[in-house]
């Protein structure tokens, strides 16, 4: 099937190289020419595991294209009109700014009335983007200003694949999950996704796109509630002596519950969580429904971003001023390169304030961070040896493979003090004690530290 992808980021991209792997032909349009002037010649606009070469064979086998021109695609006469743009947070209220989608709608809409070949073909505007509920519905109403209601529809098929293994989410994802209220598109969707479903993969098709916009978002809060959950746990097992990753283990393998993303670390971030929260909030309150849970997790999760400063300052001997503190991760997690929400974010930035000095360190992400932070008072370093030389600590805040496997004990002699404060629990209490550093994690207590009975002494 022909396929258009309108927005070719992490989600645009991914998917459109997937659907090209998977047999169908993809035109890609961005209105960023920088993009697609890369993408033409051969290069990968961000990192994602695997994505290089699944391009360069799609491209090669002539599957997939590129351009900045919608009107390009039009004349392909596509199927599909995959809408993939970005629907930041408005900085206001934290509701989601949809103008990009809206104006891609409208231009393909135009493009299509204009290239008079109405006849031939009756295209699908899919929302891949993720968009507050209503949004689908808009876009029908804008296409429906150029073509006529029996010439197109209007379907939602939202995006659950994560940065750092999206293809491998694209090519084996838990469900799929799409909606419309027009059974022809409905049946489109299942055509062009029978090579997945054919797998056994389950595709639950909606008949209103306003569930199928809902379900994203639910899925999003959810998740950000498990990690928040976990994490508030966390910190109250310290308190009391006992271990969070004994206790993740003891809920997680209730079915009911699930072993997912009940790992403690430093706070959600990224392009989705914090963003689709706010969304959430802002649509329920809109709707006088308010969704509470949702609304303290955002708080919560605020504020143990700020817990997780204490935890560096105190570890310290309750300042940080003068210290040099090196930063072990700035992607917000690992194998991206993306720092959209990263803790990073908030956490470097009070450092700062706090009169330490940091130097950071990220296998892939510096660059994007540095955009952000900017260089005034932060070293970026090329290695982690490099950032971590002259330390009074190092600070893991990303979960990357390279960080897991490191000799600390070598590595302390080139650390002022050697300190590992690891907001991502990455060594357990076994190897810690045997990595001759002084070690400081999430909820847990050191092996030593007292049996619980004591008031807690672990940190
Ligand atoms: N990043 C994720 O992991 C993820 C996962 C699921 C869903 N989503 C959702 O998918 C959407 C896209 O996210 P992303 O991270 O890929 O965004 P992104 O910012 O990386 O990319 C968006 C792209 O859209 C292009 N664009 C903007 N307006 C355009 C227009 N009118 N016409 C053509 N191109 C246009 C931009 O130039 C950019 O290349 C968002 O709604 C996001 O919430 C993201």
Not at 178 to 193: D, F, V
Not at 326 to 339: P, Q
Request: charged share 25%.
């Amino acid at each position: 099937m022909r396929v258009c992808m309108i927005g070719v980021g992490y989600v645009g991209l991914v998917t459109g190289a997937c659907f090209a792997e998977i047999g169908h032909e993809v035109i890609c349009v961005d209105t960023d020419p920088d993009k697609i002037r890369q993408l033409v010649a051969g290069e990968t606009p961000f990192y994602e595991v695997g994505l290089k070469d699944m391009l360069k064979a799609n491209r090669e086998a002539g599957r997939i294209s590129f351009t900045t021109e919608i009107a390009d695609a039009v004349k392909q006469n596509c199927a599909f009109y995959f809408i993939a743009v970005g629907t930041p947070a408005h900085l206001e209220d934290g509701g989601a700014d949809v103008s990009n989608v809206y104006r891609a709608a409208e231009a393909t809409a135009v493009a299509i009335k204009e290239s008079g070949d109405l006849d031939r073909s009756f295209p699908v505007f899919v929302v891949k983007s993720t968009v507050p509920v209503g949004t689908s519905r808009e876009i029908g109403r804008i296409v429906g200003r150029h073509l006529g209601p029996d010439q197109f529809a209007v379907a939602s098929n939202p995006e659950f694949l994560r940065q750092g293994c999206a293809i491998a989410d694209f090519m084996g994802p838990d469900r799929l999950v799409a909606g419309s209220r027009s059974e022809r598109a409905r049946t489109l969707l299942e055509e062009l996704y029978r090579p997945l479903t054919r797998q056994g993969r389950r595709l639950v098709l909606t008949t209103t796109v306003e569930t199928a916009e809902l379900i994203k978002y639910a899925a999003n809060a959810f998740l950000a509630t498990k990690i928040t959950f976990i994490n508030e746990l966390g910190r109250l097992c310290e308190k009391l002596g006992a271990d969070v990753e004994e206790l993740s283990l003891g809920i997680g393998l209730d079915k009911r519950i699930g072993d997912q993303f009940l790992s403690t670390g430093p706070g959600y971030g990224g392009s989705c969580f914090p963003k689709d929260t706010l969304a959430l909030i802002k649509t329920a309150n809109d709707l006088h429904s308010p969704v509470e849970i949702v609304e303290t997790v955002v708080r919560v999760n605020n504020r143990h971003k700020h817990f997780m400063f204490n935890k560096i300052r105190d570890a310290l001997g309750g300042s940080v001023a003068d210290k040099k503190v090196a930063v072990l991760g700035l992607a917000f997690k690992a194998n991206t390169d993306d720092v959209r929400d990263s803790p990073a974010l908030t956490i470097v930035p009070v450092l700062q304030r706090e009169g330490a000095h940091v130097a950071a360190y990220d296998p892939i992400a510096a660059a994007n961070a540095k955009a952000v932070l900017g260089s005034e008072g932060i070293v970026y370093a090329d290695s982690l040896k490099e950032a971590i030389a002259g330390a009074d600590a190092a600070v893991i805040l990303t979960e990357w493979e390279e960080f897991r496997k490191l000799d600390w004990g070598a590595l302390a002699s080139v650390m002022a003090r050697p300190l590992v404060i690891d907001l991502r629990n990455l060594y357990s209490l076994g190897q810690a004690s045997a990595m001759g550093v002084e070690y400081v994690s999430l909820g847990r207590n050191p092996v030593g530290s007292g049996d619980g009975n004591d008031g807690g002494a672990g940190r």
